[in-house]
């Protein structure tokens, strides 16, 4: 790839059930890719706990990273 082409992009795509400090911990070595422009969707499958809650809140405290919850 050449400095004049566009960057690919891509989707990642985290499914999640009451996981939310790991899902933390998978969106922080996400968050840090480099070379690729990339959203990170968020599917939380009916979590019980505050999993939707975390993500929106390190999405809030990380506003470079496209982050999206489902």
């Given at each position: 790839m050449t400095p004049t082409e566009p960057r690919p992009f891509v989707?990642?795509?985290?499914?999640?059930?009451?996981?939310?400090?790991?899902?933390?911990?998978?969106?922080?070595?996400?968050?840090?890719?480099?070379?690729?422009?990339?959203?990170?969707?968020v599917v939380d499958d009916g979590s019980t706990d505050d999993t939707a809650g975390v993500v929106r809140g390190f999405a809030a405290a990380n506003p470079g990273t496209r982050i999206r919850v489902v």
């Amino acid at each position: 790839m050449t400095p004049t082409e566009p960057r690919p992009f891509v989707s990642l795509v985290v499914c999640v059930y009451n996981r939310p400090r790991q899902v933390v911990d998978c969106l922080d070595c996400l968050a840090v890719q480099q070379g690729v422009e990339f959203e990170i969707i968020v599917v939380d499958d009916g979590s019980t706990d505050d999993t939707a809650g975390v993500v929106r809140g390190f999405a809030a405290a990380n506003p470079g990273t496209r982050i999206r919850v489902v």
